[in-house]
């Protein structure tokens, strides 16, 4: 996993009127930077993706002003080749490297250039139907409240045809890794399963979400987002859905449990299985009707 930061690692590859070929004997570009900056994408080398938006260009070298080889519609599946990224570039709000990567097109394995932003960050497969469940960036933008991704979610048939797609923001900070599943619909009406799009925080103080929808098998419907952060054993935030197979108060109801702790003596105890929490749960309630919900009540829990 590459280190959090922002420092581009400038490497000269060429010197001027010298060439150089890849193993695949595909021209390098003269120069180029390599990107260090963090991101969710999973592109460890050999790893894969799916393009994400409905046609993705190829380049012959990492950027945009490069000779265009081929275009590769959505779903088309692309492997990383390289560890790195190269030449970062904002498009879109979005400040993603270059990846050389070879696809398949024709029936024939070739290689090139693509911008990150143009692949899923992570994807799954429904065994029963075969559709594909992905995710990536649709854009990045700044506003009053801060910045903010918006992230889109598709359901893609076996042929790749777009079935259904839903949107939602994301405000970064600082999470490290990003992943979906699918999940048992544990009792919710008229859903064949969940589709879970998680961005964590693997260090204290920074949060993770849950963001869950609902799949009939034609749509998405966004189920309420739940988060959680704690920060040294000195306090901690967390929030659950419970489903109407886990509880006992109807088929319709969905039910969001939030446990906050905080200690004031995190200094005077030599072990965390001393500490002393200040504990308050609360359970908000909504009703589903099958395509939507709605809070109907909120009710401290002792």
Not at 111 to 132: A, H, M
Not at 135 to 143: C, F, H, L, P, T
Not at 247 to 270: F, S
Not at 277 to 295: A, H, L, P, R, V
Request: net charge negative; glycine share 8%; aromatic share 14%.
């Amino acid at each position: 996993m590459r280190n959090l930061g922002n420092q581009l690692i400038f490497v000269i590859l060429l010197l001027a009127g010298i060439t150089y070929k890849s193993k695949a004997q595909d021209q390098e570009p003269a120069a180029y930077a390599v990107d260090a900056t963090y991101n969710l994408h999973h592109t460890q080398k050999d790893s894969t993706s799916l393009v994400f938006v409905n046609m993705a260009y190829i380049r012959e070298e990492p950027t945009a002003k490069s000779n265009l080889i081929d275009s590769i519609p959505l779903g088309t599946p692309v492997k990383f080749l390289d560890e790195d990224g190269l030449n970062a570039t904002s498009i879109r709000g979005m400040y993603l490297p270059w990846y050389k990567i070879e696809y398949q097109l024709n029936n024939t394995k070739k290689t090139g250039y693509i911008w990150l932003g143009l692949l899923s960050i992570d994807s799954k497969i429904d065994p029963k139907s075969g559709n594909k469940f992905l995710y990536g960036y649709a854009w990045k933008s700044e506003d009053e409240y801060g910045n903010y991704y918006w992230v889109e979610a598709k359901a893609l048939d076996k042929n790749k045809q777009l079935i259904s797609s839903i949107s939602f923001p994301y405000y970064p900070g600082e999470q490290s890794y990003s992943y979906s599943e699918i999940v048992e619909n544990d009792g919710l009406p008229n859903t064949k399963f969940l589709y879970s799009i998680k961005f964590l925080g693997e260090a204290c103080g920074i949060g993770s979400e849950d963001n869950m929808f609902a799949w009939n098998g034609q749509n998405f419907t966004a189920l309420p987002k739940t988060v959680s952060v704690s920060d040294a054993g000195v306090y901690y935030y967390g929030e659950e859905l419970v489903l109407p197979n886990q509880h006992k108060q109807g088929k319709d109801i969905i039910l969001k449990l939030t446990e906050q702790g905080k200690t004031e003596d995190y200094d005077e105890v030599e072990s965390l299985e001393e500490l002393e929490f200040t504990i308050i749960k609360t359970e908000e309630t909504y009703q589903w009707n099958g395509t939507s919900y709605k809070k109907i009540g909120v009710k401290t829990i002792k």
